[in-house]
């Protein structure tokens, strides 16, 4: 099983809504690996994104906390905001700019 930063159904529903938008005569069986390829490189992108903007230092504290196992959602939260990310905002940025590379620009 992977780790998504957001969780797969969201993913999922995003995907499944651009899949019905750029493929609307094929049935969803035919595109499941289309599904699940752009599943992966959505969180990916987001995950970039989220972790690409942080300095090294950052990223030793938040490796930490992964390998404290934390498992305390505000104890994140308050990382990125001491970070200066705002995790909402950067997520639906990334998904806006998936949906219209994904759909070809104009069409998003």
Same mark, same amino acid.
């Given at each position: 099983?992977?780790?998504? &930063?957001?969780?797969?159904?969201? &993913? !999922?529903?995003?995907?499944? $809504?651009?899949? @019905? $938008?750029?493929?609307?005569?094929?049935?969803?069986? /035919? &595109?499941?690996?289309?599904?699940? =390829?752009?599943?992966?490189? &959505?969180?990916?992108?987001? /995950?970039?994104?989220?972790? *690409? *903007?942080?300095? =090294?230092?950052?990223?030793?504290?938040?490796?930490?906390?992964?390998?404290?196992?934390?498992?305390?959602? /505000?104890?994140?939260?308050?990382?990125?905001?001491?970070? *200066?990310?705002?995790?909402?905002?950067?997520?639906?940025?990334?998904?806006?700019?998936?949906? $219209?590379?994904?759909? *070809? !620009?104009?069409? @998003?």
């Amino acid at each position: 099983m992977e780790n998504y &930063l957001i969780g797969r159904d969201t &993913l !999922g529903k995003l995907v499944d $809504q651009l899949i @019905a $938008q750029k493929y609307p005569n094929q049935s969803p069986d /035919s &595109l499941n690996e289309i599904r699940e =390829d752009n599943i992966r490189k &959505l969180d990916d992108q987001i /995950s970039e994104a989220i972790f *690409g *903007g942080l300095n =090294d230092e950052q990223l030793d504290e938040i490796n930490a906390m992964f390998d404290r196992e934390e498992n305390n959602p /505000s104890a994140f939260q308050i990382f990125f905001k001491n970070a *200066g990310i705002d995790l909402e905002q950067v997520i639906k940025d990334e998904m806006s700019k998936f949906s $219209q590379e994904f759909l *070809g !620009g104009e069409n @998003a």
